[in-house]
């Protein structure tokens, strides 16, 4: 497959690429939020895209270019849950085999999901053993291709068409746009966008306390990565450093806020009781800024990507009945 560095250009042939089969997701706005907050929020509610997150559009976008022959020799990707149950979704529904190296910590449901979709599964220990390392080695043995989770051009493509459609549904100028970060997949496509479709909002980074390796490459003006991390609800947001075809466009970014656990806990409870949607812990980043205050929003447009929702029952369950103490 012919390689080319991330474009707007890429990301409206990825809009053609995926038209039809990825979900045009609802932008939903809240009464009650706009309220708390004093200003307009404009959520894009990416836990409704086909495997409950946005993971598909780039998954999608890649797989689906596959010849025959790559095809045939299937496709391997590293992922703790979204992007393996997106690259799982996209490989069945082109007919190719997917194998997905998962942390063996992942989320059962994000587990139960991949296998759901006619995907394998190989766990390892996240904290001493390399997924990139495992997803070559595999690749390498099979022949077959491997779909990395942020650092590929058609991946970031198609995740930036999240950030074309919210643009297409506001069909009012956003202030400013919050997105959390892992690799940098998802920034990187809202980066490409708004470059190109509306310069002048303020493109803002939301990450976990202890992964917050995209605020310090900010600050450092490379790319570097976090301390040793700890576990985090955001098991989606765990990423040690930002990615190295990501980070160059990501470093536009107006800024960069971290959450912490509790707060984050405290946006999934607001968004089940408030706006009615299940929303994973690394998805409601973004709303976890907002409600604790850490953009300013009276008076503002604010647009934000709720990017996941396949969280743990037991942890959902835990979050809503306020037994989680952060």
Known sequence: MKTHLPSFEGVLDAARQIDGVAVRTPLIESPALNAVVGGRVLMKAENLQRAGAFKFRGAYNRISRLSAEERSRGVVAFSSGNHAQGVAAAAALVGTPALIVMPSDS?????????????????????????????????????????????????????????????EQAAVPMDQLLCGASGGGL?????????????????????????????????????????????????????????????????RLAGAITVSDAEVAEAVRFAFRHLKLVVEPGGAVSLAALLAGRVATKGRTTGLVLSGGNIDPGLFAEIIEGRFAG
């Not at 490459?217 to 190295?244: F, K, N, Q, T």
Request: proline share 9%.
């Open 187 to 251: 920034m990187a496509g809202i980066n490409l966008v708004m470059a190109a479709r509306s310069p002048k909002t303020e493109v803002l980074v939301v990450e976990p306390e202890a992964y917050d390796d995209t605020a310090r490459s900010l600050a450092a003006g490379e790319r570097v990565g976090h301390p040793d991390g700890r576990p985090s609800i955001c098991d989606a947001l765990m990423a040690p450093i930002p990615g190295a075809l990501t980070w160059p466009i990501n470093r």
């Open 107 to 167: 989320p059962k449901v994000k587990v139960e999901g991949v296998i759901g979709f006619g995907g394998e599964v190989r766990l390892y220990d996240r904290w001493t053993e390399s997924r990139e390392e495992i997803g070559a080695a595999i690749a390498a043995e099979r022949g077959s291709v491997l779909v990395p989770p942020f650092d590929d051009p058609f991946i970031i493509e198609g995740q930036g068409t999240t950030a074309l459609e919210m643009l």
